[in-house]
């Protein structure tokens, strides 16, 4: 796409992150330095790490590795340290000493749960035009899978017994492939992001946050691939990124439980491209809030699902406003979805859509869903128009589509849900434009 472009040299790179807000490095560290070797068997963990930590006790600087196949146990990037990955260099995922461990987004952040992890820093970047390969197919995706089969025929007992307080939604635990957690000030640039063993790149608990040109792949049958997780983070902008993966392209969280985590807030995601996956979803766990979120200028490609909100009444609070401006999306199967009884589904598929419900008490755990802004938004191709689904003590509030266009097997499926159709036109196969469940109260003008 026209919006996602490669660094072609060091100059530039230093450029754009210092544009970011980056002081220019003053220490250049490699690996070769410490005993790093180019092979495709040579493990290179205590080489890489070595060069982080010399830039680290510098002050700061900047961690080059050059053209080549880098192999790698789990390294810990530190403040003040900017990863370079040349064109050409292959950062990948070696764990035959067996020190990776896995992660969940329930439990505190541990040392080398992640192929690449900042704790606690400051200033951190991730840049270039070279690629890191998780090795998810070669370590973790065939044991991940044999798990999901069990579950999905029904035998939940056996995850359970192996992940206990692990939630099903969740999947196996496996390593991320980068986690920025609490950190402060960080840019992430010009990379590809390949492989991953579970989520690709994994904000928390993080704030001033810039993710720009860089790319993101993984089958569409890989498990728990979601391609962006920022979970309990302020302040990030995504921008001029491409996104394919077997689950969600983005996913806005805040925990499953109330911990005292801050909300997810003021995220801006622009100039993208969504290819197959799962959408962009704010949810499903969102027990410490989300506040305001902004998608725009986005292209969304054979996904399951365009921008969605998923809760339920175990794991929400207050969400919104969720603001959708100039999207285009071709043959997603449900442009809109926001459902506060999501139990784990993909998409649309399986849900009751119209049906009545019984109310049950609001608790500390209501999604309440308020501001849901959609203009200019085309799609063709859909199965579904939209699924806008409340819940009877909380219905969604302020949702307002306007200047929007859906093509779809069928309309609008709407309830407890209040709101305005604003020059909205639905075109349906079957059924009515928007089937109106129970206190399905959406105005329309034209």
Known sequence: MFFTFRLKGLLLAA????AAGYAEATTLCTPDAFGGYLSRVTLNTKAIQSAIDHCALQGGGEVRLRKGLWLSGPLTLKSHVTLNLMEGAILKADNREKDFVAAYIG????????FILANGATDVGIIGSGTIDGSGEELWWEEALRIRKEVRSGNTKLFEELFPNVKLANGMPRPWLIELNEVTGATVFGVTLTNSPMWNLVLRNSEDIVVDSVTISAPEESPNTDGMDIVSSQRVTVRNVEIATGDDNIAIKS??????????????IENSVMNKGHGISLGSETANGIGKVTVRNVTFNEGENGVRIKSARDRGAEIGPLYVEDVTMHNVATPLLVTLSYVGQAGAAGLDLTGEMEAEPVTAFTP?????HVTNLKATGAQLAALLSGLPEAPLKEVVLENVQLEAKQGIQARYVEGSLIFTQVECEAGPAVNRGAHALLKEAR
Do not use: F, M, R, Y
Request: aromatic letters at 0%; proline letters at 3%.
């Open 15 to 18: 450029s754009l992150c210092a």
């Open 368 to 372: 309440l869903v308020k501001g849901v």
């Open 255 to 268: 925990g499953v439980n109330k911990d005292g985590s801050q909300s997810s807030a003021e995220i801006l």
């Open 107 to 114: 439990s505190p952040t541990q040392d080398k749960e992640a």
